[in-house]
């Protein structure tokens, strides 16, 4: 999305301009099983990595971690939470 982007490009500047090591963690909604929802936030966090990696970030210094649906950001099951719940977080 196109908000996700100038986010991480902000990220990326940051990141280009003092070499820090960052988390990227993966999250999804509850909905699928657990496995699934483990490799699709494997798959949100390695997302971000790349993007950020083209931007020029040093790859070897984003590390990427999934929690799947073990981590909601809200509660709930209306269409609304689990767009909130369905994320990449990046963490110094």
Do not use: C
Request: aromatic fraction near 6%; proline fraction near 2%.
């Amino acid at each position: 999305k196109p908000e996700a982007m100038r986010a991480l490009d902000v990220h990326a500047r940051d990141l280009q301009a003092n070499g820090a090591r960052v988390v990227l963690e993966g999250h999804a909604d509850e909905r699928g099983s657990r496995e699934y929802n483990m490799a699709l936030g494997e798959r949100r966090a390695q997302a971000a990595r790349n993007y950020l990696a083209a931007q020029g970030v040093a790859a070897n210094n984003v590390r990427i971690i999934s929690y799947g649906e073990e981590r909601p950001a809200v509660a709930g099951t209306t269409e609304d939470a689990y767009a909130q719940n369905r994320r990449a977080e990046l963490s110094y």
